[in-house]
């Protein structure tokens, strides 16, 4: 009996996928023409480069077969961080990073105008030099970054620098310079606290909390009671003789502070004619939750930026008497000079 011949099994595999094939046509040619309707964003198709599956709301196409496990697949995600201008401040110096000191000029009610200069949080670090004067250093050995003028290694990536405070002989308070202390350091006063990465802080010595636990403290600038307390000044800082001997006896000299806002940013002020309680309202109009009064009179009070880090320095405040060199140059009192934190 003659053997039935069988199907050729290519063929019906053939009959079998037609139906599938067609129907998948069908979807492809109804895509392609979604996807040429020319709409963008949310209303319609979706994004070049968006993954298929997402757009459609189900799994995309399984992938072929990796050699390397998925647990051993690292990604790298490279981040730029930009810090922009802010509206009613003046650019005044920047780095790779965006603006890294800014400043603005306040009236305040009595109608002194107070200039402000901002260090942006993060953006740059601090150094405490000693002058060749003052604070005297005893027996301490200090590096180059704080002596007397700007160093070689500061040099390159200098912004700016600033006055310091009292006279050690004025008992305003001690200081300490790179771990050493020169002058013993008094609970209850207002403190400009550097840590070992060069960060600065403003708060009470030995108040709860002030320095923050862990920090690494390189060096302290105490000066007075706080200006500016909680976000206001103090009432003390109405009464001017509370707040240092002045040239002349008066109460309108050349007068600089130093102030920290709720973001990490320090505050610097300064005017060459004005009383503390200017002070106080200018850094409290332009976020300071808290302050201190640095040094006074005109010889003292002195503030310089460079545009890029390790460009020339230009005079900041108003009339004031020293040469923005000054601290690179070298000089007879304490100073701080702001480096670039990147760049």
Known sequence: MPTPSRPDKSLVLVRLAAPALLAASVVLLAACGQGS?????????????????????????SSPPSSVAPSSITTTTTTTTTVPAQPGWEVLATDPSGVAVDG??????????????????????????????????????????????????????????????????????????????????????????????????IGVWGQPGFPSPGTQV?????????????????????????????????????????????????LYAASMSTVPIDLADALVATGAVVAMQLDINPEWVQADVAPTPGGPLSAEVPGQNRPADQYQSGWTRDFVAVRASTG
């Open 104 to 201: 603005r000029t306040v009236v305040v009610p009595d109608g002194t105008t107070v200039r402000i200069i901002r260090f942006r949080a993060g953006e740059v670090h601090f150094d405490l030099h000693v002058g060749t004067e003052d604070p005297p250093v005893g027996s301490a050995v200090l590096p180059a970054d704080a002596q007397a003028a700007v160093g070689g290694t500061e040099a390159p990536s200098l912004l700016a620098a600033f006055n310091g405070g009292f006279k050690v002989t004025a008992g305003a308070g001690g200081v300490e310079v790179d771990g050493q202390v020169l002058t013993a350091l008094q609970p209850g006063l207002a403190s400009f606290v550097i840590d070992a990465a060069g960060h600065g802080s």
């Open 37 to 61: 309707s020319g709409l963008t964003g949310t209303s319609g198709g979706r994004p070049p480069g968006a993954d298929p599956a997402s757009a459609r709301g189900g799994p995309g196409p």
């Open 218 to 266: 390189a060096s302290v600038r105490q000066n007075l009671a706080p200006l500016v307390s909680g976000g206001a000044p103090v009432p003390q800082a109405s009464d001017w003789t509370a707040w240092g001997a002045t040239l002349g006896g008066g109460a309108n000299v050349a007068r600089s502070a130093l102030g920290e806002d709720a973001a990490g940013n320090l």
